[in-house]
């Protein structure tokens, strides 16, 4: 009932709380010293080329001895061998021929100035005081009254630096491999988990995707002039969920090292979620556990868990069956929940919000469009942009859509109702696999975050979203059905003049394409029941024939070929 009423008052006090961000006063303070960059020693980064050449002199032997002919291949086989071993030496004894990343990150974290920035969980029940807190290195999903928990951070602490300052930060450590800042998430590391030992950080170096100009299909598709598409697909598990489990996975690491007992991290999943906690744990050696909907997810999201090592169940059930399962589970055995209940994900998708303001200069868009699903991810959105108005980072918020498919669309119809019936439905099935989610676990974060932007929510239909990613396809991009849904959002909102012709505009792109090629190959053979596919591009077959190929040619590049003077 109450939401919108705890929203505002809980805006109003987020707003009160933002004032005063610059403080001239401070500057002689500001001793932070970690965006000076950081170069290895000549001396050292002369002695090592020796060393790593070593096995490489062997490896060019060894395969000199195999082009000289067949009679030398055991000595090939036995120099193989002999570097195997040599390897497993190297690794036993822990040698490194040089200073990895990491040592060096250690050595200038030792002589750092180190600025006290924290972070601690709060219970989320926004405008409602209370005086409930706990450690980020507890084990803990919700408060005594089973709210959600938000971490929330020492903004005075942050505050004693000017937006400028951070801007600078951030803006050093872009395009660099300096652990762990060449990370886009933890280039932002004293905004996510300032308390984290850079040794501890589990990262793949994710984030510091790229904006597609969506120029053509802006211009000839929906006369828009400034239409941005943040590819956050464009990652190491082909989803944005990498920008949330390195931070998870770190976390934990960090706890596994502070002597908790965590036995195994684990997850139910749409699939994106399973494949980027398999990944990282697998690069931290700690144990994943995923419970799948089976047949459900799409066959490269069932085999990225397989292939990272993950321990797979296949559940005959939808997606909110396989949660409450692995909720029961979680309560009795000492496993780590990776769900976006948990609150430590949503602190490095955030990152992708702070992330476009600085790719466009610090300048804040318009309209940011955010495909939702169990809903964590439109208010990592809002908490990134909140964050970065509260510290003097850019002056006012854009306005949010959250997109959902029709077939799961509880949040839209909360939305229609004027939010104040929120009601759980039996989401259908769409391909949107990801978001196909009746119960999500963060409605209230998300109608918070929607009430505070000037938010709107809308929906696409099947056939809206597979057209809409479709007719995008055509002009360069590779849209998985997800970002097919905020692209029917999109051009819904556009024909109805919500969106302006010239409103900076940026598409949020949720994963890859390539993820999804299943139902793209239905979309371009025209195999989908009740879905007219407008944009299918099937293959022409044809004989092996000169005259029918060109028959064919002059047939369709006449179709084609109004581009082509
Ligand atoms: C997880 C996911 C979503 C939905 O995010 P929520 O935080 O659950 O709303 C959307 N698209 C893709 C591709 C996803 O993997």
Not at 33 to 60: D, N
Not at 62 to 76: F, H, L, P, T, Y
Not at 425 to 454: C, E
Not at 536 to 553: H, R
Request: hydrophobic share 40%; charged share 25%; aromatic share 8%.
């Amino acid at each position: 009932m109450a939401a919108t009423a705890r929203a505002a008052a809980a805006a109003s006090s987020l707003a009160a709380s933002s004032v005063g961000a610059d403080c001239t006063g401070c500057r002689q303070q500001r001793t932070l010293p970690t965006f000076t960059g950081f170069r290895v020693s000549k001396h050292k980064a002369q002695a090592s080329p020796q060393k790593l050449q070593r096995p490489s002199v062997k490896v060019r032997a060894a395969m000199d001895d195999k082009k000289a002919g067949s009679k030398r291949d055991i000595k090939a086989e036995a120099s193989a061998v002999e570097l195997s071993s040599a390897v497993a030496a190297d690794v036993k004894n822990g040698a490194r021929s040089e200073e990895s990343i990491k040592d060096v990150a250690r050595n200038k974290a030792a002589h750092d100035v180190k600025e006290v920035f924290r972070a601690k969980y709060v219970p989320f029940t926004p405008g409602v005081a209370t005086t409930e807190e706990y450690s980020l290195d507890e084990v803990l999903y919700r408060s005594k009254n089973g709210s959600l928990l938000d971490v929330q951070h020492d903004m005075e602490a942050l505050k004693k630096y000017d937006g400028q300052y951070w801007k600078n930060l951030f803006d050093s450590r872009i395009g660099r491999t300096e652990w762990p800042y060449g990370s886009g998430v933890w280039s932002k590391k004293e905004w996510i988990l300032p308390e984290i030992d850079n040794d501890d950080i589990v990262s793949m170096f994710e984030g510091n995707s790229n904006l597609f100009w969506a120029e053509r299909f802006g211009k000839e598709t929906l006369g828009m002039s400034d239409l941005w598409v943040k590819q956050c697909g464009n990652s190491h598990t082909g989803s944005f969920k990498d920008l949330g489990m390195t931070v998870l996975v770190s976390q934990v690491n960090r706890m596994i090292k502070k002597g908790r007992a965590v036995r195994a991290v684990g997850c139910a999943s749409t699939g994106d979620t399973s494949a980027a906690l398999s990944a990282y744990c697998a690069a931290a050696g700690i144990p994943a556990i995923v419970f799948l909907p089976a047949d459900k997810i799409s066959i490269a999201q069932l085999v990225q868990p397989i292939a990272n090592g993950a321990l797979v169940l296949s559940i005959d059930t939808d997606f909110d069956g396989c949660m409450r399962l692995i909720r029961e589970v979680t309560a009795e055995l000492p496993i780590y929940l990776a769900n976006s209940l948990n609150s430590l994900r949503l602190e490095g998708q955030k990152t992708a919000a702070i992330e476009i303001c600085q790719q466009f200069n610090w300048v804040v868009p318009d309209w940011v469009i955010v495909p939702g699903g169990n809903l964590g991810n439109i208010y990592a959105f809002y908490k990134g942009f909140q964050m970065c108005k509260d510290l003097g980072v850019i002056d006012r918020m854009p306005r949010l859509v959250c997109a959902q498919a029709a077939n799961a669309n509880p949040l839209y119809r909360a939305y229609k109702a004027g939010w104040d019936k929120f009601a759980p439905i039996k989401a259908a099935p769409t391909f949107a696999s990801a978001i196909q989610i009746g119960d999500p676990v963060s409605i209230d974060r998300a109608i918070y975050a929607l009430t505070n932007s000037d938010g709107i929510v809308e929906e696409a239909t099947e056939e809206e979203l597979m057209d809409a990613a479709a007719q995008a396809d055509r002009t360069g991009m590779f849209n998985c059905p997800h970002t097919g849904v905020a692209l029917a959002a999109l051009i819904k909102l556009r024909n109805k003049g919500v969106i302006g012709p010239n409103d900076r505009t940026v598409v949020v792109s949720t994963a890859h394409g390539l993820k999804f090629t299943q139902s793209k190959v239905a979309y371009h053979s025209n195999e989908i029941a009740d879905v007219t596919s407008r944009f299918a591009n099937p293959p022409v077959t044809v004989p092996e024939n000169f005259g029918k190929v060109m028959d064919v040619l002059r047939r369709e590049l006449d179709k084609r070929g109004d581009k082509i003077k």
